[in-house]
């Protein structure tokens, strides 16, 4: 890392993938601040905080005024709302696109033109094997991660020559608190118990796991450092061969 501390705001790091993400960096030397909307949730973490509504421009704006410069952004604040396809409300879609997609391309537009500036950024974004594929009952969810690849990539290439890369981290089903609560869903909708209901999410995973955020946390470790240069527009997908098949 540079001499002066580089410097890492992280959407939904209360907890779970985006918590296991700040820890990494702030062990790598990187100073790191995290970002939600639970202040308790983001005080109990222990490390820097900001509270943003990753749904509302005006509290992104006012975030990006008070964290100051950043090198490295991580846009992981996601929901994973679930009904069948055509019996998903308006509401229920424009959610999912709030949070997973609209925030995205808000976020980008707050904190990128800095980093482009400077000449130096890492703008990373949480994705989903959701991204490149479909799960049943996820319509909204998928199409919104989707999109957050093609806004991704559009970034990158238009970029690609400013010191900035922008890229995405897929992974299946991880062991986070995003998962329980699906995980409750299902097994209350099956009548079956708490375990069974994981193994059902861990099915598609052909190594019969969840996806631990550690796994996820070195992969975004990886793409905020130097020797990433050159990785740009990409979806690095952390699924256990899912996608392979």
Same mark, same amino acid.
């Given at each position: 890392m540079a001499s002066n501390p580089r410097r890492a705001l992280i959407t939904g790091g209360g907890s779970?993938?985006?918590?296991?993400i700040a820890q990494a960096l702030a062990a790598s030397g990187v100073a790191t601040t995290i970002a939600g909307r639970n202040a308790a949730k983001l005080k109990a973490a222990g490390l820097p905080f900001l509270e943003i509504d990753v749904t509302s421009e005006a509290s992104i704006a006012a975030a990006a005024k008070a964290a100051g410069?950043?090198? $490295?952004? +991580? *846009?992981?604040?996601?929901?994973?709302?679930?009904? %069948?396809?055509?019996k998903t409300t308006r509401a229920l879609w424009d959610e999912a696109i709030a949070v997973n997609l609209t925030s995205v391309f808000?976020?980008?537009?707050?904190?990128?033109?800095?980093?482009?500036?400077?000449?130096?950024?890492?703008? $990373?974004? +949480? *994705?989903?094997?959701?991204?490149?594929?479909?799960? %049943?009952?996820?319509?909204?969810?998928?199409?919104?991660k989707h999109g957050v690849l093609g806004w991704i990539k559009t970034l990158a290439l238009e970029h690609a020559k400013s010191g900035v890369t922008f890229n995405a981290i897929s992974p299946g089903f991880a062991d986070t608190p995003l998962i329980e609560g699906a995980v409750e869903r299902l097994a209350a909708k099956t009548g079956g118990d708490r375990e069974a209901a994981k193994r059902a999410l861990a099915k598609d995973n052909p190594m019969g796991r969840l996806i631990d955020p550690g796994e996820v946390a070195a992969a975004a470790l990886y793409l905020a450092s130097d020797a990433a240069a050159s990785v740009n527009g990409q979806s690095i997908v952390i699924d256990g061969g899912e996608l392979a098949g």
């Open positions: 779970g993938i985006g918590l296991a410069p950043i090198d $490295i952004f +991580i *846009a992981n604040a996601g929901a994973a709302p679930t009904a %069948p396809s055509l808000s976020c980008a537009q707050a904190f990128a033109p800095a980093m482009i500036e400077r000449g130096w950024g890492r703008f $990373i974004v +949480i *994705a989903s094997t959701a991204s490149h594929r479909a799960y %049943p009952y996820t319509g909204a969810y998928a199409a919104a």
